[in-house]
């Protein structure tokens, strides 16, 4: 265990987990050290607390740095996923080391998670290969996070011509399964960030999460989103509360505003871990979307009342303001599937199914 909290190694490092990687490889063993991951797992699988205390946990990272945060989220979805799995041979395999931090969890599951929502098809392929029941994966993943090297296990969608999608654990070491050079981005640079090729990758059912992806998707879906939802919990935080520290001659006019937004997240936040915690969200999805909406623009608005309550400060590169990387980890927040364009087509489509149904 390092001497130093994994709260004071993010302060420390949060810039430079934003530019490059070169810190990327530390994040996924400080988190693992200080317990985060069993966090929300069930007891007798070596988990400890709910899944409150897990958005909690991401949260507190995310006030420190997104890019460790997403890092987090990736692993920690990854874990739930195996958690939910009704496969017991995968569980032991891989539950353990993804625990302790040992082997790195991703989800390339945005693709399948946008063929939910009828957005696109899937990007990988099987065909059935062998007399013992196992297929042959062709395809690709164009992002996913977590990719640590020396060993990553990743959640994939797979289409099959006879039946519904496979949710598939790929294993960083199998035979076709490449990963890309880390991609080029204009933040969070040391999350491990990469796209997947899947050449003639040969799976068999010890590498199902689930034969049915369309019954799997929407089970692990308010785990998947409520997780994920830290991520702007926190960044709202810390953007709110760097809003209130600086003095300057627009701090009362903003008062009120920043006093506004607490407030809504507050109640965002609450709402989303009673929710959670009484699985009142498994059962109404467009309610987890709507929080979902809700802390997307708490985050818009805390990194403005940030830059304006920062004023002229907030331009400059030799000031130790946070403000640049808090505004381009906001810019992540939109984006991230399920994107806000994504559940603002999915509300106005329950909408229109109201009206008709009324
Ligand atoms: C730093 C980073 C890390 C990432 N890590 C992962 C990861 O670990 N795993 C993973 O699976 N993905 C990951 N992604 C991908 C991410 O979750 C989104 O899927 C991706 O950014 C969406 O962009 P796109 O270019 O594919 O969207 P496009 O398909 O080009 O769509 C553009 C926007 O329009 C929306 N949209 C498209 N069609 C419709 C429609 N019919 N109705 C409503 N809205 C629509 C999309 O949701 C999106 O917001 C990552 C992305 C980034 C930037």
Redesign the pocket.
Known sequence: MPSESVHDWLDAHAEALDADSGKAKEVLPRLAAAGLFRLGVPRELGGEGGIGDAIEAIAGVAERSLAAA?TFW?HRAFIEYVVQSPNAVLRERWLPRLLDGTVAG??????AM?YL????SLGVRATTHGEGGGWLLEGA??????LRAPEFVAAVAVAREDGPPLIVALPSGRAGFKRSADLD?IA?RG?N?ASLRIDSVVIDASDLIHADGTQFLPQARPAFLGLQCGLSIGLARVALDAASQRSGAGREVLGAEIDAQRQALREATDALKAGLGSLGLLAQPVELFKLRLALADIVQHAVQLELQASGGRAYHRDQALSFARHWREAA?I?????????L??ELRKHEARLRAAA
Do not use: D, R
Not at 141 to 146: D, L, S
Not at 334 to 342: D, K
């Open positions: 997403f990736g991703a989800t390339g599951l945005s693709n946008k929502g009828g957005i696109e993943v164009p992002w996913c996070t977590n981005l969070l999350s960030t992540f939109p984006i991230v599937t399920p994107s806000v364009t994504q603002q087509g």
